[in-house]
């Protein structure tokens, strides 16, 4: 097999897409061919998924991406983690919730915790304390104990492409269920926070074929029978299959909603002080260990910008981005870590109410609280920089940012400025690409390692290098 032409869909916290490739050995090329909103639905019980539209978009940038030229042969989806939905003799128990549902996930840390400390939780699964943790929404939820199966999004997802059940091992390990030591469930830990076992299902690495479109689905669409598979399905593990890194010292920001920053390793550190860190050690492809840690991202940007066109006005972020850089003398950053910013709704007025709080002079319009905000995004991802090399013992001289914020080059020169690191942006299409480089290897089209289908990134998709200015260092 020379090449092969696979689709990925890549759904993300506020938007989708589905992308049509093809890869092979010196050629790894990508077309999006359908994009799409992601927009939360608020109901009396609270924040939900837009489950069955994010299906419907899905099976029709399929379709574009069949007809767009050359067929396909496979598809897999990557999306965001923790959430999930419930299953109950095949059919779904009510609508998903979004991991931002203010109330779900302040229940569950009360009711995980009563059961035992959060340094005993962490010494089985490795992860960082987030409030949204599948773990803590499952303690909440009432509907669990009816269920027969829990599936995370895009677990969920392939169940309705091909009728067929598996839970991917590397999204797995972001519910804090999974045994971060063995790579299995920990059904002990399920026991003893009275969850039901059944729930947790077969486990099956990335590169697995789960199965093939359903005929029907198929028909309907006029679409041919998929063979889909599963990758890095947690968009962050996709992600880092795709940082073009070259060699040990690297660290990596993944950046879109949020900025997941942090190193590669062999194995996890479960330190107290890696603990109190907040870093998390969730599972990579190929068994390795992504040790990182979540810094608030772009949703400071994104959100902020939604709520300034609320109201119908015309808001580019172009010219925000480009006054911004104009913007002379140093800029007081905030804590982009502040629970405050979690939810939805008027980031601006909560950002001025941050500086206000702290004797601090608030942003007086729209250019310097976007500036104040790629500051402060730019220092708390140095921050998480060097508590990584601290942590991991593992010496970082470079930083890779993928995704959306590479293409923010205000963002990514003050990270090489504030950092004292040289920053290489790109490829913005980190998990895409990831996405496609496993469907590959799986197909037989790829061979090899990670680092092989990483140099393969780094010659198709080579990263703009910035290098720190001493004089502008924060």
């Known amino acids: 097999m020379t090449s092969v032409r696979v689709a990925a869909v890549d759904l993300g916290a506020t938007s989708g897409r589905v992308i049509a490739a093809e890869a092979g050995p010196g050629l790894l090329r990508l077309d999006e061919v359908h994009r799409f909103p992601n927009d939360p639905v608020r109901t009396p019980d609270g924040l939900h998924w837009n489950l069955l539209e994010l299906y419907r978009q899905a099976l029709a940038g399929l379709q574009r991406a069949h007809r767009s030229g050359g067929g396909l042969a496979g598809v897999a989806i990557d999306s965001w983690a923790v959430d999930y939905g419930l299953f109950r003799d095949g059919r779904l128990l009510g609508v998903p919730f979004h991991y931002r549902d203010e109330v779900r996930g302040a229940a569950g840390v009360e009711r995980v915790h009563a059961a035992l400390p959060r340094a005993e939780l962490f010494a089985r699964n490795g992860l960082q304390f987030l409030p949204f943790n599948t773990v803590y929404q499952l303690a909440a939820d009432p509907w669990a104990e009816l269920a027969d199966r829990m599936l995370l999004v895009p677990d969920l997802l392939g169940r309705w492409l091909t009728g067929a059940e598996a839970t991917e091992r590397t999204n797995a390990s972001t519910t804090g269920l999974l045994d971060v030591r063995t790579g299995e469930w920990d059904r002990e830990l399920a026991d003893r926070l009275g969850l039901p076992r059944r729930v947790l299902g077969e486990l099956v690495d990335p590169g697995t074929r789960i199965g093939a479109l359903r005929g029907d689905l198929a ?256």
């Open 219 to 474: 028909r309907a669409l006029d679409l041919p029978e998929l063979l889909v598979t599963t990758v890095g399905s947690h968009d962050t593990a996709s992600a880092v299959v795709g940082v073009p890194m070259t060699g040990p010292g690297a660290a990596y920001v993944s950046c879109g909603t949020w900025g997941l920053v942090g190193a590669e390793l062999a194995e996890p550190v479960l330190t107290e002080a890696a603990r109190a860190a907040n870093f998390t050690n969730e599972g990579g492809v190929d068994g390795r260990i992504r040790f990182l840690t979540n810094v608030m991202g772009l949703w400071l940007l994104s959100e902020s910008m939604r709520w300034w066109a609320r109201d119908g006005g015309s808001v580019s972020l172009t010219d925000l981005l480009a006054a911004a850089a104009r913007l002379p003398g140093d800029v007081e950053v905030f804590d982009v870590q502040d629970s405050r910013f979690l939810a939805p709704g008027d980031l601006p007025g909560r950002i001025a109410q941050w500086y206000d709080e702290h004797g601090l002079p608030a942003p007086t319009d729209r250019p310097s609280l976007v500036r104040a905000v790629l500051e402060s995004l730019a220092q708390a991802f140095t921050d998480a920089v060097e508590r990584t090399q601290e942590l991991s013992g593992e010496r970082i001289d470079r930083i890779h940012v993928v995704g959306g914020g590479s293409l923010n080059v205000l963002l990514c020169q003050r990270l090489a400025d504030r950092s004292g690191r040289k920053v290489l942006a790109g490829p913005v299409e980190a998990t895409a690409l990831g996405n496609v480089l496993v469907q590959a290897r799986t197909a037989g089209a790829l061979t090899g390692t990670l680092e092989n289908l990483r140099d393969l990134v780094a010659r198709t998709h080579a990263p703009i290098v910035l290098t720190p200015c001493p004089r502008r260092a924060g």
